[in-house]
């Protein structure tokens, strides 16, 4: 029930060709959801102001196709993860700023200005094999506005290379910390520094790693407080809540 | 907002003391769930019908008391699953209508008449140790007023047992289907029944069994067709799903 | 033992050819089962009066071919689930009638007129990955004989959307709700409506859910009454007992 | 080696007491972190502002009056979670200040003022069982200076309670959400809101909730972003992370 | 239905009181596994011969001394497994003739003569704390009438108390194996025997040992064939099988 | 130690070339194991009778090919498990006896004439997906020398199928039972048949079946008594035990 | 067989007593393994030079002083470990050497004179909560004949501490790292250190450390090499294994 | 901060172009790691001396022959673990000392001499399946100059081929074990021998192995001491920790 029915009915009202009695019913047999929800939704689309993401994997390449050209029509930038640069090939035949980010696995297309977000994220990588959900968390972080300070290969086998990198980690307003195998690095990072640390799991490893089991459970049991843990192999989600802790700065 | 409170905006409207811009700005500005929920809620608790339960597990005894003692002085009845005789009779202190089902674990405080259900639940056990979990089931089924036919020891161990009963089972509307160990007989009855079957497991069983988790992910598989399964135990939950689908037949 | 040879033994009984001490041993020895099961198997086909369900999974295209046809050369319907477009060319090389369900996997061959169930199942599903379990379910229910009310793209992270259509949720008599990641779906269903719910977690999402394990824990979980759950990606199953729990207000 | 210690040395050095080799050796051979650890940790004690907190589960209740009293003597504020009424008094026998957080399981003794953190932070719980969880939460952030506005009932089992709430949820600069079971709310409350949430699973349930793993599970493959989880029953964890997350605020 | 009916309903046909088609519908309206499980049952009764086993666990000593006076009565055995010295106690207060096998946790009562079985069946254990579960191996086998020869301490950590025995052990016609921790014996005893080896994990061990799962899940993948796994600490149910598969050889 | 080698050494010692000190050393550094090991073997070799198995999966179709001929040049008869049709190519054209059981999976060589063991093997399949399962136990059963019966297609959905066939499954001197999904059979057909039941879960099913582990737990959990269970998928092993059985009754 | 036996049989075929061939008939059917392994065993007590271990928990204290009496009776030290006070007590009665080890709970008999062990053992401790497993590991290596360096309270959260000792940390030939939670400390130690490190997962943490699962996985996923682990809480196996690897240092 | 900039440094404050207060400063400001950490590591690289290792799985061939290229222009020598014959035939087209371990599926390329380690390696596989895995370990530990001996088909159902081998075995200074399906032979081998065992599950197996879990935690469970596990299929790891072990008794 968009705000302008609403009137209708009001000034039917009010005119004497609705009675408050069958106006009341109208109202209650309305779907309800209508009044509030639309408008919320808009407000919050303002609110949000992050462009639309779409999870790449398992869409085909011709519907990606058209949820970006849909979208890019309206003006809206947009982000695809989990893709491939085949998905990128056709996407850039009809969008020509779209971009290839090859380790991230992500295609962007942006349209317009992009309001930067206040602060700074840190992306940690522990090892070279955690780099694609690492990139898929810093170009996702990017896209949404945020400046973005890559840390990687400081995995805690080789802790003087990341207690050499503790300055910039500490400059960071939020840390989100991309760990496989034994998920030990968001435990040493949250106490380092004094922000939010937000920590991912992957699945790199082998044997009892079971998939990412063993870092997510560790990330859970981290010895060290101001940890939050998102899904296994989830950069996206990382960056996501990252970018919302940030965004939360301006408007403070 | 209650259906008043919207009645008086509109006479406001009527009157001429309220612009329709204003209502329109009152109606969207109002938290809006409670125009519709309230009512539904009210409708749903008309149409369901079904007494309140509670859950007395962890619950201390002048909790639960203070509810059930709430509830029966708005003549509600009222059910307490997952308690003990202590907390019967500190029930039974207060509201000399209490019952005290041992077997089930249950206290009962009936007011006013009972609607029948519509058909009949045959509740059965596999063993001897499902018996309190069958029994939380067919008191609660009785409870919400449905004939309930108890057929226990029926275990797929002893085939004839089972197959002697066959007439009876055949005859329910519902059949709900507790086991424990290997938990084979929900398979079994849905390959010689026509009706829909509640599966609960029950964490009766020892070593690999893991508290109920073999029982539970052999439903899940059964390769009988026909069987919805509910959580461990949770002989309160396949009763309130057997009395859903009972009451669905008198709508028909 | 068909009927006719339990009368021979009778007559011969009657005759004086057999004594009775003769008869009651061959009685005795005869594979009993035959006697009884044979009638009632025959007795349920004839109530359930569902059409006969392949799963198509594991079979080799010439073996679902085969069954297809020995089936419609009796006149029966059937349904093929799991299966390919491949299946389905082979299928309609020799079946005319037969229909291809993409977004189901399903083929369906149809003979004779449907006789339709009382009532209608709603399939809601979570998101558009669920839509392969969730138009499976819908398939199966209509093929069947249920009406059937799609409602899809639901989800919990857009609760607008779902509150959208309570209205059209709230008429059906039974709600199949098909949803992977975390499964909450059902339990914000369950309590939206009066209707029983049969919850179907799917395999969708990635790393910690585990192949479905997550939304299989949440539904089993679910805090709302009323709720039934099959196994992982059965919308086969959620149909079926949908369909069971129909067809029983017919009887009501 | 503090930095008293390295000024007489380098006075050393420009005394002619110390060659420049002899000090650079001496230095080598100091346990280096000495040097920079120290001032970090002690700035990061200034930052951060928080006052200590000590687990009290496994402890002694002297153990625990110990540690209190040690930090008391230095005007340090403490807080002491998991932990029993017995506890509170042998505290409260020594520190006047003394509070006992009954629901909360906590002890905090407060010494000074405190400095409030920028914004608020709401704490929902979906069940009341989830309460003393919750109620760990908003107790410890309220201790490290927080506004908390407690939102509790408001499981998804019955949707409008949580949406008769909406507005208030949404002028939280952090949601927390505590829930057990199914744990599905942070999943519909992050569809909600534009601020981060901070989800507890808790080990409310039985049978197939193993603990709090379904609760957890569910969490970590929340349809909506935007989701940082913690571990199961870390009310304490969850409040800490969220004070981090105001606190970058009031430095923005 | 019994024996006697079916000669009552014949010498009916034969009498002429009955027409054949008369007796046809009433055979087949008679709940028809009445005719053939009661003989089969008794049948089966009478060939197995095993005294009856009552699971001791959960019951209450009332119940168990109910039980086992009851059977007394009828001059059947009976053995109480997994029970306390304090029902014992109550048991021998009423039958005479019972026997507490402490290290075993089993009562028995003898009743008649007892059939021996043909051949031997060895128990073995791997360490003391193996001992529960070894002696109720022991002690079923014997009360259903095996030679048994108990081989304890014989872990694969001191390999040569094991070699020791193996003329023991091979004389034997079945090898019950009995082991916690890590579970290799069978493995290792199945290589040197010629016989079936019945292996029994137990929950004997900590941490990694997850309730006995570590024995299990190394007992079924025995590198060696000729081992039957039963559930974790089922010292009776491991005897039971011994026992089948040594009265077998009676009837060869 | 060859028995040669010790009685030239004991030789030495009677003609004094040896004294006993030098000989009791000499015989305390052999490799003991040589004395008793190798002859015990060779003695088991004798007894046991059975033909060599190779597990094929694994291993390149030369492995096999090699094996197998080095067995059939000392008229060893081979079997080989999980292969290809690719490889039974190979193999037959060195070996022209050689056999391809297609839904088994299995290659034979039989070499000279094979010794029938005692009594017979029932082999029962719940679905027709068990089929390769059940076919490798009733192959490999009857490559080592027993009479088998298939039994198959009598799940538990269809117990008048299982039921027909009770008087064929109790003439087995040992049942094989194969299962997947919720693996049921076992429990049913051990109260139905008074001799061991050996229980093979497969891995045939999705969703919760979690690869087999559903059909496993049952079985472990067996609510009857006289079963053993091997690995999952493990017909081999599972024909293995139950010739063990059967060939114990020759010698009894 | 003992080394006194076989002379005596060598000296009965010198002195004509027993022919060759009856010689060899005796020794090939004795228990061969007496023969090596007796010898073998005093040989490896001898090289071993570890006094013994009894695991206390599930003994009763008689038992445990019996155990104990025997060994100081010949001589031996004795170490009990997994014991209470109350065991102590009533060993000190009778043995006044022996020690109580309160923190490891662990009771010492010392009977002559210990040969100390090469090298030194570092024993780490995340946190107070390991403390119990770091001092059974500690206890053990210094009974064994180790020098041990405690290092407690070094867990990767507050990494400053740990990089203080890291001094004493390399100058122990083997480390011991006790840790529960997330088991990252020893990750964190063998990148910083040139020995073995020996990971012992505790048992401390809740929820999702699945009773000490979390750590346990971590350290088998360590990303760094040269670590090798033992069961959830096995002190004494982690010191044994040290104390091993020491003494081999000597032998070298 | 290496020595040469703390030696100007110092030099500016003894020359008084720095005050000790600034020259203070500036050394709290530095990143304190690098004085010491740079050092530190150089001083491992040469004590270590183990050459660098490079785990091939997920590397791209390029990425590994720049690696291998990078290595050898230093006059490093270099392993590379779980990669395959292209990638040899890649790398030796640019190095022509490179080596196939076609087993161990390991490239290596050695440069200079090797200093040898001193005491001896025993690598023991139970099956022939395990075989990678243990060339894995083998080859490693030769690269790293361990002399090694390759004991082959040891598998505990076939104990006299391991008791054949128990000298050699006890030869050793470190045993590796590697053994997949039940996991037994490390228990079985440490009861055998005084020196450290290094055990290695593999991930062998079908069905209830999962993947190697059964192994494994039969391992973490050996009821004999002595034994340190790695994880799944990790020959690397357990190479590196028996290396670093016989490394350390050159140093004693």
Redesign the interface.
Known sequence: MD?RS??EL??G??D?RL???E??SR??TL???????????HH?AL??GFPEAVFG??KTPPQIVAIVERMAARGQSVLVTRTTAAVYEQVAAVRTGAQWHVAARCVTVECGTKVPL??RIAVLA??T?DLPVAEEAAVVAAFHGAAVERIYDV??????RL??R??AIREA??VIVVAG????LP??V???V???V?AV?T?V??????????????????????????????G??AA??AC??L??????
Do not use: Q, W
């Open positions: 705000p609403v009137k009001l000034e009202v009010r004497g009675s408050p009695d106006a009341a109202l209650a779907p309800f959801e209508d009044l509030g929800f639309a408008k919320l939704d919050r609110r949000r994997a398992g206040p602060g522990a090892g094999s995995g805690v086998a080789g802790l003087h207690l050499d503790t300055a307003d939020v195998m034994e998920g030990a435990s040493v949250a106490g380092l004094d922000s939010p937000v799991p699945s490893g082998y044997g009892a790693s079971f998939g990412g089991l063993a870092a997510l459970l560790a990330m859970l049991n981290a010895c060290s407080s101001g940890v939050g843990v998102v899904n296994i192999d989830n996206f989600g996501h809540l919302l802790i965004r939360g700065r301006s408007a403070a």
